[in-house]
């Protein structure tokens, strides 16, 4: 008697096709479309190479000792890699000073900046008001005008604001906001572009939130700092990023209006570094990977809302 076969297992057909729906097929790569992709990875690895390899330089060149910098300043990898540098930037001068002045100004610069352009943005989006568009037009027409013309009126009138640092009631007799950080701060504590910035996004959100917002009761401040303020983070996160780099990179204007040494910036504390006679490349590549930490560092937290912006304005 022979013993009982098992069946063979039986593979489940295949579903029929749904009448109308698509088949997705992929169809292999043409040679001009395999010839496309090489060109943009190409492409992209060059621009990304010559992007970073400046700031791998300038931290290899930051690391060696004086004598190495001159004679092998194209070797990306020191011989006898050292922080010297670094501890004379500490050591031989005020860096650290220089750092926290430019600190202040920055932060300070960001923060008057992001609360009186977007004070000023909201009332030009959502208020309704004789010659608003008249005042609009005026930020417009500012944002056009080389800041480098407006230099030396935005000094004579530092300088002789009344009854600040000195001076009497007509601006005579001191040195008004000259040597303060008010002198940096207050001519770009509401800049155009900040205003022309947030003016366009708040007139992105609805105006019936703030039409219930009134209905309540609430008074108008309210309605900015509660309602609209925490639906623009995006929008003030790219500008805080925006106007945080252009404080921490100011040279020209904290040069003229800060020409007391402990008042002096990062950036004009670097160029004492370069003068007629010598050139001190360690202490000076050595401070310029110092500064570019702090951008570097704001860029990194305040990114996930800037790609969020971008989505936004996308979507609109």
Partial sequence: MSAPTTPA?????????????????????????VLGRSV?????????????????????????????????????VPDN???ANYVTLFTDGP????LANSAIIALGGTVTNLFF??????????????????VFSLFLG??????IITMVPTFLVLRRFPLVGGNDLFGEGGAGFINSYGAVLIPFAAGPF??????????ALPDEL???????????FRIFWNVYLPLARAGLAVLGVLTFQAGWNSFLWPLIALNDPEMLTVQVGLAGYVNEYQTEYGPLLAGTILASLPVLLVFVFAQRYIIENFAHSGTK
């Fill in 9 to 33: 297992p039986t593979r489940p057909l295949p579903a029929p096709p749904v009448p109308g729906a698509a088949v997705l097929t992929t169809r292999p790569l043409t040679a001009r479309a």
């Fill in 40 to 76: 943009w990875t190409l492409a992209v690895v060059l621009i990304s190479l010559t992007t970073v390899m400046p700031l791998i330089w300038t931290l290899s060149t930051s690391l060696k000792p004086e004598g190495e910098i001159l004679s092998s300043y194209l070797q990306f």
């Fill in 81 to 83: 890699p050292t922080l």
């Fill in 95 to 98: 860096f650290g000073r220089y």
């Fill in 117 to 134: 352009g977007g004070l000023a943005g909201y009332a030009l989006a959502k208020l309704t008001f004789r010659g608003r568009g008249v």
């Fill in 142 to 147: 500012s944002m056009m005008v080389p800041a």
């Fill in 194 to 203: 900040a205003v022309f910035f947030m003016r366009q996004f708040f007139q």
């Fill in 210 to 220: 703030g039409d219930a917002a009134r209905i309540d009761g609430a008074s108008e």
